[in-house]
């Protein structure tokens, strides 16, 4: 596979995941605020631009000026809808190997971020929020439903879990960062869309302890970090069959391969207790597994350039 479609796939997953989790964080924020009305609005408001890892402009910061700038700026591929019309430029580079159904899902879902604006002020920011949240869910059935298991699947897949880990961590922040309370967990599972699996799980016994294993470490659940880990690590293996004798045959496997085992062998207590650091070194490593899958898969040759009739 050329290493421009390759990589068009991999930002497919990775825009696609990231908008519906931007959506998601943004719901968890707006619900807090709306829950508690002690929390001061401009300091959760920063905090929550540091979490995304963006810039903090002076002056107050509001809950519009948030969905202004991670919700609706379309310049901005941090942006849900930036991330959606990004997502659909990549889709358009690769559309003879994507699925008709998947380039028409992704075609309607951009073509109707042009009413988000008007259907946020006339319905709310919460129903923007769950009809990004359809979408995406709709992209990603279509992916599993109507693309072969070939390397452009297998590309596609890999950035949407990298992308999930390191969005499922800074969900996780924005919960620590509010003070850990029962409200703010029962929230965040809730636009996960964990809490009714959480239930069966734990039989109803919410808490910190419980919490942080199920949504970091649960083996069963898609949008637990292991789960996500587990699932990148297959992705990368199948991309190289033959590993050799020793070790495994990248330095992308071998960073999603030390994260994974990191979070399987480490209690639910130590978890609770060492919260912030786990979650600052997961965005960290999927930086670095982004950096490594980009030299090893998406290498860009240099221009050439031609001098007297000769090559440069």
């Not at 994507?98 to 028409?104: F, G, K, Q, T, V």
């Amino acid at each position: 596979m050329l290493s421009r479609i390759a990589e068009s796939l991999y930002w497919i997953g990775r825009y696609v995941e990231r908008a519906e989790d931007t959506a998601r964080i943004l719901d968890v924020h707006l619900q807090r605020i709306l829950a508690d009305p002690w929390t001061s609005e401009d300091s959760a408001c920063r905090s929550l631009f540091g979490v995304m890892g963006m810039t903090v402009e002076e002056g107050p910061f509001t809950s519009a000026r948030v969905i202004e700038l991670l919700g609706l700026d379309q310049s901005s591929p941090s942006s849900v809808v930036g991330a959606l019309a990004a997502a659909r430029e990549n889709a358009r580079g690769c559309r003879e190997i994507i699925s008709a159904d998947l380039w028409e899902c992704l075609n309607a879902t951009y073509h109707g971020l042009a009413r988000a604006p008007g259907q946020v002020e006339s319905q709310g920011v919460h129903a923007f929020f769950r009809w990004v949240r359809d979408r995406g869910a709709v992209m990603a059935g279509l992916t599993d439903a109507t693309m072969s298991r070939d390397e452009g699947w297998i590309f596609l897949v890999l950035g949407r879990n990298i992308e999930r880990v390191d969005m499922t961590a800074r969900l996780l922040r924005t919960h620590e960062r509010a003070g850990g309370s029962i409200p703010s967990w029962l929230t965040l599972l809730r636009s996960s869309g964990a809490w009714e699996t959480f239930l069966r799980t734990y039989r109803g016994a919410l808490d910190d302890r419980h919490a942080a294993e199920f949504l970091l470490l649960d083996r069963l659940f898609p949008r637990s970090v292991f789960a996500a880990l587990s699932v990148a690590e297959s992705c990368l293996a199948d991309l190289e069959p033959d590993p050799g004798r020793a070790g495994v045959a990248t330095d992308a496997q071998r960073i999603v391969g030390r994260a994974r085992t990191g979070l399987e062998f480490r209690g639910a207590d130590e978890l609770v207790s060492d919260l912030n650091a786990v979650l600052v070194s997961l965005e960290r490593t999927c930086s670095q597994v982004n950096e490594a899958v980009s030299r090893r898969y998406f290498r860009q040759t240099s221009a050439v350039n031609w001098v007297s009739g000769a090559v440069a």
